[in-house]
């Protein structure tokens, strides 16, 4: 910017006599500059390269850099930088700053003496012109330096600054707005950059090192230590030259602006623009920096078991404000808070709370768990429990609380495929973009793409009593909510997952999912363990955690209750720390009662139900009570004859429930009794097959195709 003078003439000497016959300061702005602005629109126009993302307490949370250019911290208030660093920039820069009017006229005569007769280049702009250079880029000069005509125009803008402005104001624009080195501009970017502190501890060595730099930033080491060492000495400071040499060189070689690891990157990254001011978002500053802290302590204790990535969303039940996003543990720049990854078996809750809003079930319904092959026009399906064991008969709550597949899938043939499929939509899980055949049956079992950040919204649903919100990462009014799902179902379904009982066939009764204060909790695990889930909630806040790997990679022998729950516990407990969380209480319609068991498959006890579902025994109902139907095959499937057996050895096995006294009646032709299994040799085209009664008529029917 010019600070040194050009090659000066005897022109100086008159160009200083002018100015001194000049008397009062000159009114009108000098020709072809701008007005002299006020120090206030100085410091409103002044715009940090960092914008700054603050915290629902207005406190920083995250920096991002939006301006390429240059690198700018906060404006920084003379009263909070060194008193050291103004002594030494004066020192090296204007020594008779508080003495002048805005231009030195002693050192103007004697720079005009020394570059003439001395043949030494000297300059002699004051800290009032070099800011006034700074404010106005027609004044500012190029690479080849100023013009007579700018730096004409410099002393007289100089002057009208100091009409207007006080020393201190000028002193603090000057020390925000200079270069010290490279992009680092001001003096808060260049204590952070060099020497890693704020502006207000810089010692005398440090700003004796920043004051070297001003008149030439991209100086070598040496002869910024040289100048350093040669302006300690006017300062009569103790410090050695070698000390200070060794200062300068550890400053010049540190990593600009080297920064900790930031807390939340990929909030900052949707927020903060260029030319923006601080954002206020909704995070807790302390929950970011706590949840993060604890997802990168438990990825380190999973290291070997290939468990590399995880991320964590905290939300506020009542208003869907976001309190924690961490997207990743600091390694990746990949956003795991809305990638897509397979949900596993954190959607069974809405799954049970759709049969349970229907009247399918009760929480007290036995069903069976034991191998099932469903018939689907791209084959059988066959579930498997995550043990790869049966349980037999167990109730809905034990089902659901300690995630049994089977029973899950046994509930979605009674539910119905499509429309589970509509009511995931309706609980905002928009990111099942394929129709409900393209998931088929494993829909159950969580096959579906889905995002932490929408799946974790959909579990505030369930906190809610079925109230559904919109969340958000910025201060807003209060979001009216709708009810989607039956206040009393919901109900239901977070006592089960609040159960730790119910939860102890598959988690055991000690396990991460136990926390200090009431919490309804699912975990989650994905096909060949490539995703890791869990989700739950207290009276106030609604916590979920993702771990597993961003490439897709499978972790090694890592389930929910190891992966993801310990994040979650850590948490829970620390948000509750200080506040209870109650159970909720019962909305009208829903009753609790004794209920029994016949055979006592499990022991009686108290279990919630809808009004007008209510039993006081649950009995297992033998097969011939039970309505007849077909089993295999099923509606519209499609059975492939294999090529590597021989026509002869060719068998298709027709299964029915409660088919005794019924017969097998294939394309109109009688087969046999229905009451056992019966193998059939397959015959290519499509075929209609019944059950049929001694009188003819069909009681149960299927149509399949043989390819």
Same mark, same amino acid.
């Given at each position: 910017?010019?600070?040194?003078?050009?090659?000066?003439?005897?022109?100086?000497?008159?160009?200083?006599?002018?100015?001194?016959?000049?008397?009062?300061?000159?009114?009108?702005?000098?020709?072809?500059?701008?007005? #002299? =602005?006020?120090?206030?629109?100085?410091?409103?126009?002044?715009?940090?390269?960092?914008?700054?993302?603050? %915290?629902?307490?207005?406190?920083?949370?995250?920096?991002?850099?939006?301006?390429?250019?240059?690198?700018?911290?906060?404006?920084?208030?003379?009263?909070? #930088?060194?008193?050291?660093?103004?002594?030494?920039?004066?020192?090296?820069?204007?020594?008779?700053?508080?003495?002048?009017?805005?231009?030195?006229?002693?050192?103007?005569?004697?720079?005009?003496?020394?570059?003439?007769?001395?043949?030494?280049?000297?300059?002699?702009?004051?800290?009032?012109?070099?800011?006034?250079?700074?404010?106005?880029?027609?004044?500012?000069?190029?690479?080849?330096?100023?013009?007579?005509?700018?730096?004409? %125009?410099?002393?007289?803008?100089?002057?009208?600054?100091?009409?207007?402005?006080?020393?201190?104001?000028?002193?603090?624009?000057?020390?925000?707005?200079?270069?010290?080195?490279?992009?680092?501009?001001?003096?808060?970017?260049?204590?952070?950059?060099?020497?890693?502190?704020?502006?207000?501890?810089?010692?005398?060595?440090?700003?004796?090192?920043?004051?070297?730099?001003?008149?030439?930033?991209?100086?070598?080491?040496?002869?910024?230590?040289?100048?350093?060492?040669?302006?300690?000495?006017?300062?009569?400071?103790? %410090?050695?030259?070698?000390?200070?040499?060794?200062?300068?060189?550890?400053?010049?070689?540190?990593?600009?602006?080297?920064?900790?690891?930031?807390?939340?990157?990929?909030?900052?990254?949707?927020?903060?623009?260029?030319?923006?001011? =601080?954002?206020?978002?909704?995070?807790?500053?302390?929950?970011?920096?706590?949840?993060?802290?604890?997802?990168?302590?438990?990825?380190?204790?999973?290291?070997?078991?290939?468990?590399?990535?995880?991320?964590?969303?905290?939300?506020?039940?009542?208003?869907?404000?976001?309190?924690?996003?961490?997207?990743?543990?600091?390694?990746?720049?990949?956003?795991?808070?809305?990638?897509?990854?397979?949900?596993?078996?954190?959607?069974?809750?809405?799954?049970?709370?759709?049969?349970?809003?229907?009247?399918?079930?009760?929480?007290?319904?036995?069903?069976?768990?034991?191998?099932?092959?469903?018939?689907?026009?791209?084959?059988?399906? #066959?579930?498997?429990?995550?043990?790869?064991?049966?349980?037999?008969?167990?109730?809905?709550?034990?089902?659901?609380?300690?995630?049994?597949?089977?029973?899950?899938?046994?509930?979605?043939?009674?539910?119905?495929?499509?429309?589970?499929?509509?009511?995931?939509?309706?609980?905002?899980?928009?990111?099942?973009?394929?129709?409900?055949?393209?998931?088929?049956?494993?829909?159950?079992?969580?096959?579906?793409?889905?995002?932490?950040?929408?799946?974790?919204?959909?579990?505030?649903?369930?906190?809610?009593?079925?109230?559904?919100?919109?969340?958000?990462?910025? =201060?807003?009014?209060?979001?009216?909510?709708?009810?989607?799902?039956?206040?009393?179902?919901?109900? #239901?379904?977070?006592?089960?997952?609040?159960?730790?009982?119910?939860?102890?066939?598959?988690?055991?009764?000690?396990?991460?999912?136990?926390?200090?204060?009431?919490?309804?909790?699912?975990?989650?695990?994905?096909?060949?363990?490539?995703?890791?889930?869990?989700?739950?909630?207290?009276?106030?806040?609604?916590?979920?955690?993702?771990?597993?790997?961003?490439?897709?990679?499978?972790?090694?022998?890592?389930?929910?209750?190891?992966?993801?729950?310990?994040?979650?516990?850590?948490?829970?407990?620390?948000?509750?720390?200080?506040?209870?969380?109650?159970?909720?209480?019962?909305?009208?319609?829903?009753?609790?009662?004794?209920?029994?068991?016949?055979?006592?498959?499990?022991?009686?006890?108290?279990?919630?139900?809808?009004?007008?579902?209510?039993?006081?025994?649950?009995?297992?109902?033998?097969?011939?009570?039970?309505? =007849?139907?077909?089993?295999?095959?099923?509606?519209?499937?499609?059975?492939?004859?294999?090529?590597? *057996?021989?026509?002869?050895?060719?068998?298709?096995?027709?299964?029915?429930?409660?088919?005794?006294?019924?017969?097998?009646?294939?394309?109109?032709?009688?087969?046999?009794?229905?009451?056992?299994?019966?193998?059939?040799?397959?015959?290519?085209?499509?075929?209609?097959?019944?059950?049929?009664?001694?009188?003819?008529?069909? *009681?149960?029917?299927?149509?399949?195709?043989?390819?």
């Amino acid at each position: 910017m010019g600070r040194g003078g050009s090659a000066a003439t005897v022109l100086a000497a008159a160009l200083a006599a002018e100015l001194a016959m000049g008397g009062a300061p000159a009114k009108a702005a000098p020709a072809g500059a701008a007005a #002299i =602005p006020t120090p206030e629109q100085v410091r409103a126009a002044y715009m940090p390269s960092d914008a700054q993302l603050l %915290d629902r307490h207005g406190q920083p949370v995250q920096s991002l850099r939006v301006n390429l250019r240059v690198r700018r911290l906060p404006w920084t208030a003379l009263d909070d #930088i060194s008193p050291s660093l103004p002594g030494a920039v004066l020192q090296a820069e204007d020594q008779r700053f508080y003495q002048h009017d805005g231009v030195d006229l002693k050192a103007i005569g004697k720079a005009a003496w020394d570059n003439l007769w001395r043949k030494r280049a000297r300059g002699a702009s004051t800290v009032t012109m070099q800011l006034a250079a700074q404010l106005d880029p027609a004044i500012r000069g190029g690479a080849a330096g100023r013009s007579w005509g700018q730096k004409w %125009d410099q002393m007289l803008a100089a002057r009208q600054l100091e009409a207007g402005w006080s020393k201190p104001q000028i002193l603090e624009a000057y020390l925000n707005l200079v270069s010290f080195r490279g992009e680092l501009q001001g003096v808060g970017a260049a204590a952070r950059g060099l020497f890693g502190k704020a502006p207000s501890g810089l010692n005398q060595t440090e700003s004796v090192i920043l004051a070297s730099l001003l008149r030439a930033p991209e100086a070598p080491a040496p002869q910024v230590a040289s100048r350093a060492c040669a302006l300690a000495r006017e300062l009569r400071l103790a %410090d050695s030259c070698a000390a200070i040499e060794q200062s300068t060189v550890l400053a010049l070689s540190r990593p600009l602006l080297a920064s900790p690891l930031p807390p939340a990157p990929q909030v900052a990254r949707q927020l903060l623009k260029e030319g923006a001011g =601080p954002v206020r978002s909704t995070l807790d500053g302390d929950l970011q920096r706590y949840a993060q802290a604890a997802l990168r302590q438990q990825l380190m204790a999973l290291r070997t078991r290939n468990v590399n990535d995880g991320a964590v969303v905290v939300l506020d039940n009542a208003s869907g404000d976001i309190l924690a996003y961490v997207g990743n543990a600091g390694g990746s720049d990949v956003d795991g808070v809305a990638a897509l990854r397979q949900a596993g078996s954190t959607l069974k809750p809405f799954l049970y709370e759709l049969a349970l809003e229907r009247r399918l079930i009760t929480a007290a319904s036995l069903l069976e768990d034991s191998q099932i092959d469903i018939s689907t026009p791209s084959g059988l399906y #066959i579930p498997q429990n995550y043990d790869k064991e049966f349980k037999g008969y167990v109730s809905a709550r034990t089902s659901l609380a300690s995630s049994l597949n089977v029973p899950a899938v046994r509930t979605l043939l009674m539910t119905g495929l499509d429309r589970f499929y509509e009511r995931l939509h309706v609980v905002g899980l928009d990111s099942l973009t394929e129709g409900a055949d393209y998931y088929g049956y494993s829909l159950a079992l969580g096959s579906a793409e889905v995002s932490l950040l929408e799946l974790t919204n959909a579990y505030r649903t369930l906190a809610s009593g079925g109230l559904q919100g919109t969340v958000g990462l910025l =201060p807003r009014p209060a979001q009216a909510r709708r009810r989607v799902l039956d206040a009393g179902a919901t109900f #239901i379904v977070g006592d089960v997952l609040a159960d730790r009982a119910a939860r102890s066939v598959t988690f055991g009764l000690k396990n991460e999912l136990a926390t200090t204060v009431w919490s309804a909790v699912k975990t989650g695990t994905s096909k060949d363990m490539r995703d890791n889930w869990c989700l739950g909630y207290t009276e106030r806040y609604t916590v979920g955690v993702w771990v597993g790997n961003f490439d897709g990679q499978s972790m090694w022998d890592v389930s929910g209750v190891s992966g993801a729950a310990p994040v979650w516990r850590d948490v829970i407990d620390y948000l509750h720390q200080h506040e209870p969380s109650r159970a909720p209480v019962a909305p009208a319609g829903v009753l609790r009662r004794q209920v029994a068991f016949e055979p006592a498959l499990e022991a009686p006890r108290a279990e919630w139900f809808l009004a007008g579902t209510e039993t006081p025994v649950v009995a297992l109902v033998d097969d011939g009570r039970r309505a =007849p139907r077909i089993l295999y095959p099923g509606q519209s499937s499609i059975i492939a004859i294999d090529p590597d *057996i021989p026509d002869a050895s060719q068998r298709v096995t027709f299964q029915a429930q409660a088919g005794q006294g019924l017969q097998w009646r294939l394309d109109g032709a009688v087969l046999g009794q229905a009451g056992a299994d019966y193998a059939w040799r397959p015959v290519a085209g499509a075929h209609q097959l019944a059950l049929v009664d001694a009188d003819a008529r069909v *009681i149960a029917e299927t149509r399949f195709h043989v390819r």
